[in-house]
């Protein structure tokens, strides 16, 4: 999924069913058959009903654009802005109940171009197992703010404890003029 998110970086999933996918969602799935045990990250660029199509001439150039029911598809995520990389037309009508799916980095990825036998590359929508809504890096900064403004605000309450116990001590009896000058 390069350049969007690289081998071994950690990402936030969020479950949704089947229903709530969306196009140009990026999904984890699994799907046995192809991948092992393994969960794959990958875009979802056709559903139910579209019919998706590349490339004219396979040339492998950044001016092929990937078609979703006769529309071009701008895909800035794209590593190097090549459409496909493969050098293989395709054109499928994916069936309902299943997602196209491809990756970001084309010219290095496993995805719906590689089973053109199996329904067309698609796979069962049922096999999302969740959307990726970010990395770990916001959540993580948001958790160090946190931890340091608890820090801030445990260190605020005991100098306000400390500060109490000090104003409530007995003042000590501080003679200004000596007893003859009375």
């Not at 598809?73 to 190097?80: A, R, S, T």
């Not at 400390?162 to 009375?182: N, Y």
Request: glycine content about 14%; overall charge neutral.
């Amino acid at each position: 999924m390069r350049p969007t998110y690289g081998v071994g970086d950690p990402v936030v999933v969020e479950r949704v069913g089947a229903d709530e996918v969306r196009r140009g969602d990026v999904v984890l799935y699994g799907v046995p058959d192809r991948y092992g045990d393994d969960y794959v990250l990958q875009r979802v660029i056709g559903m139910g009903g579209d019919r998706v199509v590349c490339c004219v001439g396979a040339t492998g150039t950044a001016k092929e654009r990937i078609l979703r029911d006769g529309a071009p598809l701008v895909e800035p995520y794209v590593d190097g802005g090549v459409a496909d990389g493969l050098g293989r037309p395709y054109d499928v009508r994916v069936p309902e109940g299943r997602l196209f799916l491809l990756g970001d980095h084309r010219l290095n990825s496993r995805d719906s171009r590689a089973f053109p036998d199996d329904q067309g590359g698609t796979v069962p929508a049922e096999a999302v197992v969740g959307r990726v809504t970010g990395s770990y890096t916001g959540p993580v900064l948001l958790a160090l703010l946190l931890l340091f403004g608890l820090v801030l605000l445990a260190g605020a309450v005991l100098l306000a404890i400390r500060a109490r116990s000090v104003r409530r001590r007995p003042a000590e009896l501080v003679q200004f003029w000596p007893d003859h000058f009375r």
